[in-house]
Nanobody, 111 residues
Framework: QVQLAESGGGLVQPGGSLRLSCTAS????????MGWYRQSPGKPRELVAA???????AYGSSMEGRVTIWRDNAKRSVTLEMTDLKPEDTAVYYC?????WGQGTQVTVSS
């Protein structure tokens, strides 16, 4: 059984920054990929960034250069730092660990 606890979503002005965190409650922690995806209405879910132990992060093209992800294996967590946010970044952001998904957290970029 895996539970993912997400935090950090909310309303931010264009050009602002936001940090999302996700912590996994798992019986057995592995080095598998853990990261963030996002989905806007009418669009497919897409990768924002993910990190696997011992590997370089993987970044999706839509936010590359504006996001940083880091992973803390001791805390079983990943943190996503997003900067220079744009209205088109408005979406539900989902944490994923291995094949498990969180419930999502809303990020709204608006003035």
């Amino acid at each position: 059984q895996v539970q993912l606890a997400e935090s950090g979503g909310g309303l931010v002005q264009p050009g602002g920054s936001l940090r999302l965190s996700c912590t996994a409650s798992v019986t057995t922690w592995s080095s598998d990929w853990m990261g963030w995806y996002r989905q806007s209405p009418g669009k497919p879910r897409e990768l924002v960034a993910a990190k696997r132990s011992g590997r370089d992060p993987a970044y999706g093209s839509s936010m590359e250069g504006r996001v940083t992800i880091w992973r803390d294996n001791a805390k079983r967590s990943v943190t996503l730092e997003m900067t220079d946010l744009k209205p088109e970044d408005t979406a539900v952001y989902y944490c994923k660990y291995s094949d498990y998904w969180g419930q999502g957290t809303q990020v709204t970029v608006s003035s």
